[in-house]
């Protein structure tokens, strides 16, 4: 950990070992959002995190990598209602035909969302 005596913070760096609403916890100690301070990226558990902090706040925060090397955080409650909209909306689209089959609804699913989330 590196302080910079003129402003009193102090850069670090580690993984994020637990997360809530009110910060993050890396190298065994939590650091709090400022609710004065810029919006800064909220990091998952695992993701390895650069921090400028101050006191117990921290000030500026970049993320290093993605967690366990996976581009995608899991299904969230956005992404399930999604889902479950475009599953809806492709089972009464093929209702009315008489060869479609409920792999086909899926497939459909599948295309419909791609797009959504786009």
């Known amino acids: 950990m590196a302080?910079?005596?003129?402003?009193?913070t102090e850069n670090l760096?580690?993984?994020?070992?637990?997360?809530?609403?009110?910060?993050?916890?890396v190298a065994g100690q939590w650091w709090?959002?400022?609710q004065y301070g810029p919006e800064l990226p909220r990091p998952l558990?695992?993701?390895?995190?650069?921090?400028?902090v101050k006191g117990n706040f921290i000030k500026s925060l970049a993320v290093l990598d993605s967690p366990n090397g996976s581009q995608r955080?899991?299904?969230?409650?956005?992404t399930a209602i999604t889902r479950l909209a475009v599953l809806k909306a492709a089972a009464?689209?093929?209702?009315?035909?008489?060869g479609a089959r409920s792999t086909?609804?899926?497939?459909?699913?599948?295309?419909?969302?791609a797009w959504v989330t786009r």
Do not use: C, H, M, Y
């Open 32 to 34: 709090n959002w400022s």
């Open 3 to 8: 302080t910079n005596r003129r402003n009193g």
């Open 45 to 52: 558990r695992g993701q390895a995190v650069q921090l400028q």
């Open 13 to 25: 760096s580690g993984t994020v070992e637990a997360t809530n609403d009110k910060g993050i916890k």
């Open 92 to 98: 009464e689209f093929l209702a009315p035909r008489s």
């Open 104 to 113: 086909d609804v899926l497939k459909v699913a599948e295309r419909w969302e």
């Open 73 to 78: 955080p899991a299904a969230g409650r956005e």
